[in-house]
């Protein structure tokens, strides 16, 4: 009269038991596959920064808020520097045209989520390559551009000859850098008592030290001898002589797009090779002409170097058309024929006893 009920123990009851669990594994299975290929799918739209570049017909690159050498803009608002440069080549490379490229300044602290989340393409932003950077970061460097090291900047009146003497000392720096631990391991090191003064600009740390707020400012000496152009009195500063940390530089992508880090990594290396080759932004055209090898495989005339990574045969010959080889941009913009005068040192060729030293392309 009042239906059949069913008790946990019998055989129809277990039956409904094993449905309900059968459909909630299934729809878990269900969810985790979805996430999965969302994830997969963000990683495909991820995975493609050269079309999507082509396709925008616009490279996007992140570059510091203003540092004399490296990345600067005018009145005019024409960006210059040494990093604003390798974004022209990596333009001329991809679109042999070397103003079809946005520059956007970013601090210290923001530079990194700018890449992670796609806002740029590329962070060509005078940027240590450290190993935390290389992993827990998730970014990848293309390669060193600039070779540097930390230091220290004092005013002269404080009679100061050797960090070693800055025991005791206030330091004005950037948040976000590899500086402050630098620092860190240098005074504890010493076991010299010190304090670090940090701020998330670099205009901010500069003007602090320069109104005397502290004894000190640190940072990559090509920072120094750049940030230095900025005091009201820059003969009265002087860098000291130690050099405490080694600060490779480079430019950096995300991590994941192999096709991405391939094109930049070797328009870095065709600047190099081109100045080892003696090819130039002013010869690169006669230069078509040459008998040698190396050059025909650089300039596209040789192989086809330019198709394996997604771009035509003449991509080195446009990066070098924009901007000119490496020692090109390295004494337009940092050495003897810009304002900070630095020595190439560490940054002449390796056969010049420095370290510059690029892949063959072969």
């Not at 005013?155 to 976000?176: F, H, P, V, Y």
Request: hydrophobic share 40%; with cysteine.
């Amino acid at each position: 009269m009042y239906g059949h009920v069913y008790g946990p123990g019998h055989a129809r009851f277990r039956g409904e038991e094993k449905t309900v669990k059968k459909s909630a594994y299934q729809q878990v299975i269900t969810l985790i596959l979805g996430g999965l290929i969302m994830l997969l799918g963000t990683i495909a739209v991820r995975a493609g920064t050269l079309e999507e570049v082509k396709k925008r017909g616009l490279l996007i690159c992140g570059v510091s808020q203003g540092l004399p050498g490296f990345s600067t803009v005018d009145d005019a608002g024409r960006w210059t520097g040494l990093d604003v440069d390798f974004c022209r080549a990596l333009a001329g490379a991809i679109f042999a045209d070397p103003s079809k490229v946005k520059f956007v300044p970013l601090s210290a602290k923001e530079r990194f989520t700018a890449l992670q989340s796609g806002e740029i393409d590329v962070l060509s932003r005078n940027t240590t390559w450290t190993m935390a950077r290389d992993t827990a970061q998730g970014l990848s460097f293309a390669g060193i551009i600039y070779y540097d090291g930390q230091g220290f900047m004092v005013n002269r009146k404080l009679g100061i000859t050797s960090a070693l003497e800055l025991s005791g000392a206030t330091i004005c720096t950037n948040t976000g850098t590899t500086t402050e631990l630098n620092a860190a391991d240098f005074f504890r090191s010493k076991k010299m008592p010190y304090e670090i003064v940090p701020f998330e600009k670099s205009d901010e740390a500069v003007a602090a030290y320069d109104s005397g707020r502290c004894d000190a400012y640190t940072s990559d000496t090509s920072g120094l001898a750049a940030q230095r152009l900025k005091l009201k009195n820059p003969a009265e500063h002087i860098i000291l002589p130690e050099i405490i940390s080694k600060e490779p530089l480079g430019p950096a992508v995300r991590q994941g797009d192999t096709q991405w880090f391939n094109v930049v990594k070797w328009v870095l290396f065709a600047l190099i090779n081109a100045e080892e080759l003696g090819v130039t932004q002013d010869n690169v055209d006669a230069m078509l002409n040459s008998d040698s090898p190396p050059i025909k495989r650089l300039l596209g005339l040789e192989g086809h170097f330019g198709e394996k990574i997604g771009l035509d045969a003449a991509w080195a010959a446009n990066a070098i058309r924009a901007v000119g080889n490496y020692g090109e941009l390295f004494e337009r913009n940092v050495g003897r024929d810009s304002p900070l005068k630095i020595s190439r040192g560490l940054n002449r060729l390796w056969r010049d006893e420095g370290l510059l030293y690029a892949p063959p392309i072969r």
